[in-house]
Each structure stands twice: as structure tokens, then as C-alpha cells.
């Protein structure tokens, strides 16, 4: 069974530079989710999908980030303009449904550096 | 606010060194505790979810206990392929909506010398 796919792996750009990630998530999932994990920390949710509607999106900051799902399949994670604070992981990750005993399945991560 | 603190930050052992490592919870009605495993330059993979006080779950090396307050990922005769990253994470019956979310802790970076 193919994985999570994320792309690109790494992105550097400066500060106030748009940048944008791809996620395609297990075939079949219906549940994507996208988490920012800061160095030496734990990956933090930004957005959740149910298929291409949006479950949660409290902790993201809305003024500068933005996501979509269209056609309830792959996705698209968006900062514009970007701070030296976003160098993070971000982690796109899908479940087959959002229930509390489904796994996560993780893809691999894009690593962004904000300079 | 649910938060989670995983404890030692880092944990060196020698291979067949047993140990375990420590997750403290706070959380408003844990609906389930996770266990992840991060490998540098890889996503968190899924190792165990415990729902209630006293439950156990093993896997090959790896037993996760849960307690009240705290779960425990004990690690039996490690060997170096166990090096990684372990992240405890929690999920309260409280987010509202159909939310997923994981609150994740900070990890524990366990390396498993030879």
C-alpha cells in the first residue's frame, strides 16, 4: 500500500515569500490532516479534512496560512507571506475516518527554512 | 488546557538495557493516549493507543502501560534498530466537532548503542 506523499522535500525561502505543499493521502482515506512540528518539539495540528470540508482549523493562523482539499482527495497547504517563525516540519497525515481508534498515517514531512 | 510532558528528554542505552520512558497527561476526558515513533527525516509512525486506566499493549520490544495520570513505554532488551524518537500524544473528549486532534508531547530521544 502506497504511503502518505508529500511534496516538495525541502523548500527554502526568504521572509514574506509565498510557498506551497502538496499532500496526497492513502487512496481511500477520507480524513487529512496537516501539523507543523517546530524543531525539538511535538508536530502541532493546523487542519483537519473530512473528505474536502473542514473538520478544525483553530490553530491556524488564518491571516497568513491556507489550505484546501478540493474533490475531497489531495492537498494543498499555503503561507503567504511567510515568517522567519514557520521554519518547521510541515506533516501531511490521512485516516481512513476520523475516530479516535484510527490510525494516522504520516507522510515524510516537507522541511521549510524561512530566512 | 490538555498538555502532555514527556520525560527523560534523552535516553542513551546500551543494547539490552532495559528502560522506560514517561508520558504525564492533563487532559479533560482522555478519549485515547498514543504512542508514535519518529525516525529522523520521517513522519511519526503508529505504535500503540490505550483508552483506560490499567490497560497494557505490547509490541515485539515495546510495552505501553496507561495510568491515570500517566502512561509508561517500557522497553525490553533494546537493540540499536529501537533508536528513534518516541512522541506521546493524547486526544480530550472535549475539542468539540468531529475533530481528530492530537495534542502531541515534546518526545523522548532514545539512541541504543551496540
Known amino acids: 500500500e502506497a504511503g502518505v506523499a508529500q511534496s516538495p522535500r525541502y523548500k527554502i525561502i526568504e521572509k514574506r515569500q509565498s510557498v506551497a505543499f502538496w499532500c496526497n493521502p492513502i487512496?481511500?482515506?477520507?480524513?487529512l490532516y496537516w501539523y507543523q512540528q517546530i524543531l525539538g518539539q511535538g508536530p502541532k495540528l493546523l487542519i483537519q479534512?473530512?473528505?474536502?470540508?473542514?473538520?478544525?482549523d483553530s490553530q491556524l493562523p488564518k491571516d497568513r496560512f491556507s489550505a484546501e482539499r478540493l474533490k475531497g482527495v489531495d492537498s494543498t497547504l499555503k503561507i503567504q507571506p511567510a515568517k522567519l517563525e514557520d521554519s518547521a516540519v510541515y506533516l501531511c497525515?490521512?485516516?481512513?475516518?476520523?475516530?479516535?481508534?484510527?490510525?494516522?498515517?504520516f507522510g515524510s514531512g516537507t522541511q521549510l527554512s524561512v530566512l | 488546557e490538555d498538555q502532555v510532558t514527556q520525560s527523560p528528554e534523552a535516553l542513551r542505552l546500551q543494547e539490552g538495557e532495559s528502560s522506560s520512558l514517561n508520558c504525564s497527561y492533563t487532559v479533560s476526558g482522555l478519549r485515547g493516549l498514543f504512542w508514535y515513533r519518529q525516525d529522523p527525516g520521517k513522519g511519526p509512525e503508529f505504535l500503540f493507543t490505550?483508552?483506560?486506566a490499567g490497560e497494557e499493549k505490547e509490541k515485539e520490544r515495546l510495552k505501553a502501560t496507561l495510568t491515570k495520570k500517566e502512561s509508561f513505554l517500557h522497553i525490553t532488551a533494546p537493540k540499536p534498530e529501537d533508536s528513534a524518537t518516541y512522541l506521546c500524544?493524547?486526544?480530550?473528549?472535549?475539542?468539540?466537532?468531529?475533530?481528530?486532534?492530537?495534542?502531541f508531547g515534546t518526545g523522548t530521544l532514545l539512541a541504543v548503542q551496540p
Open positions: 479534512f473530512q473528505n474536502n470540508g473542514v473538520v478544525d
Open positions: 490505550l483508552y483506560s
Open positions: 500524544a493524547v486526544q480530550g473528549a472535549n475539542y468539540g466537532g468531529a475533530t481528530n486532534k492530537l495534542i
Open positions: 487512496s481511500g482515506h477520507a480524513t
Open positions: 497525515a490521512s485516516s481512513f475516518r476520523a475516530a479516535t481508534n484510527e490510525k494516522l498515517f
